[in-house]
């Protein structure tokens, strides 16, 4: 019998299969629950994890009261998350979010008001804090290799959300235009858009590098693509009292990062006071400049220890050890990167730049 009971509910994103992937190949733990309303949307992961057919359910009340895991894997659209914290914070279970924290400022705080009479902890999974080149960028930083981290530039995105199902799997053209008109991803009052879906990465893993610093002031520009309700590119400057960084977010990039880097390249570019550190996505090594060596010098990414190659390790390490959750997935960490989300919303809205919201 494994020792934590992990149970995957609500599979509106496709990283539930990732998730869900991390679970079945931790040794201490065992997929024990899927729920959705739509049995279709968790049938390929039954199959792949071997979850029987007792405990795939559409009702999630029967599913907690029944399968009792110790850790929840939430995966709806992103403003649903408040909705299913609360649905599920009762139980006691330690919940994770799939990112975003959530669709805006004050639902964040509504699942973290939701968690705290809970015995559960509350983490947001942000894959990219399992990219080994942005982990070596932090390990850099944390050692001084570039003295203060002053500026973050940050581009990400990929060929657009339904371009890839679950575990990455792709899809064609028709299946992406077939499915558009549908999805949550393209839907304002569901949270999408690149903006929502993209920037938080930036900005919470932004705010990792810069120490837990936040921004004065945000300015935020997006596109209105014809026929579509929400952005597929937006541009967000935040100014803070000892500089500017620029968070840029993208669906329609020539490739998908995880498969060829595009150009721009996906990822990160630290400007310290005494060097600087470009780190790619998923790249095997991150490009460094030193007040010793300008020239620059390549730095292979680390070999990841386990307990931070993915959300389920990382949280089930922290339980075991009885550690708080640091870094992006922490919800202190991750509310700042929220903060920032929020106001470049509202200076896209307001076409103007708004001061930090949520001070």
Known sequence: MARWKIAGINFDHFHMGDNLRAASEHPDAEIV??????????????????VPSERVYTDVERCLEEAQPDVIVLCPA????????????????????????????????????????SAGRLMINWPLAWVPSHRTAKRLVDEGTIGEVLEVH?????????????????????????EKPSSWFYQRAHGGGSQLDYLGYGTTLGTWYLGGRKPIE????????????????????????FGLSKFETRWGTFSDPWTHQPQPGCGFVLKGSEGT????????????????????????????????????AFLLDALEHDRELSGPCSPAIARIGQQIVDSAVRSAQLGRTVELLGE
């Open 33 to 50: 629950a899927l729920c959705d309303e739509d049995p279709a949307r968790m049938r390929s992961a039954a199959q792949s994890f071997g």
């Open 78 to 117: 992103a403003a649903r998350h408040g909705e299913w914290t609360r649905r599920v914070a009762p139980s006691g279970a330690h919940v994770v979010v799939e990112k975003p924290f959530a669709a805006t400022l004050a639902e964040a705080d509504d699942m973290l008001d939701a968690m705290s009479s």
């Open 154 to 178: 940050y581009y990400d995105g990929n060929r657009g959300p339904l371009w890839h199902g679950a575990d990455k799997l792709e899809k064609t053209a028709a299946q992406v235009a077939a």
């Open 218 to 241: 945000v300015t935020s520009v997006v596109d209105r693509p014809e026929g579509l309700e929400v952005d597929e590119h937006s541009i967000t400057v935040a100014r803070y009292a």
């Open 277 to 312: 550190i470009a780190s790619y996505d998923y790249q095997p090594s991150i490009r460094v400049q030193t007040c010793a060596k300008p020239e620059g010098f390549d730095v292979p990414s680390d070999t990841l220890a386990p307990e931070v190659s993915n959300p389920i």
